[in-house]
């Protein structure tokens, strides 16, 4: 997986998503964290790593890879959106609620 060719990621990435559409979010995040790996997927799969551990009640390490994504040059202001409002859920999870308000305001504002 260190050398992952862009059409081997492609199919990697791909079978994470339908591992997490699955429930398996075990398996997703496995094949989501070797996504990362390939810059063309790093950004998706950093979100998709990130909603996955969440659901496995990782919070913490939820909101590094979500925030990892945030950091990202060049992010849309859509997926910032996104990332956002994933970081808001994230941030409830973890009972900081008023970062989570401030994550869903920002969301809001940059719509």
């Known amino acids: 997986s260190?050398?992952?060719?862009?059409?081997?990621?492609?199919?990697?990435?791909?079978l994470a998503i339908a591992y997490r559409e699955m429930g398996l979010f075990e398996d997703a995040a496995g094949e989501f964290q070797i996504c990362t790996g390939v810059p063309s997927?790093?950004?998706?799969s950093l979100h998709m790593l990130g909603l996955c551990v969440l659901e496995l009640g990782r919070g913490s390490e939820a909101k590094s890879h979500i925030?990892?994504?945030l950091a990202m040059p060049q992010i849309s202001?859509?997926?910032?959106?996104?990332?956002?409002f994933d970081l808001?859920?994230?941030?409830?999870?973890?009972?900081?609620?008023?970062q989570a308000r401030r994550c869903f305001i920002c969301?809001?504002?940059r719509v």
């Open 88 to 98: 808001g859920r994230v941030e409830m999870a973890l009972g900081e609620f008023d």
């Open 2 to 14: 260190d050398t992952l060719g862009e059409g081997d990621a492609e199919t990697r990435f791909d």
């Open 77 to 84: 202001p859509n997926q910032e959106a996104a990332l956002r």
């Open 107 to 109: 969301c809001i504002v």
């Open 67 to 69: 925030e990892q994504a």
């Open 41 to 44: 997927r790093r950004l998706e």
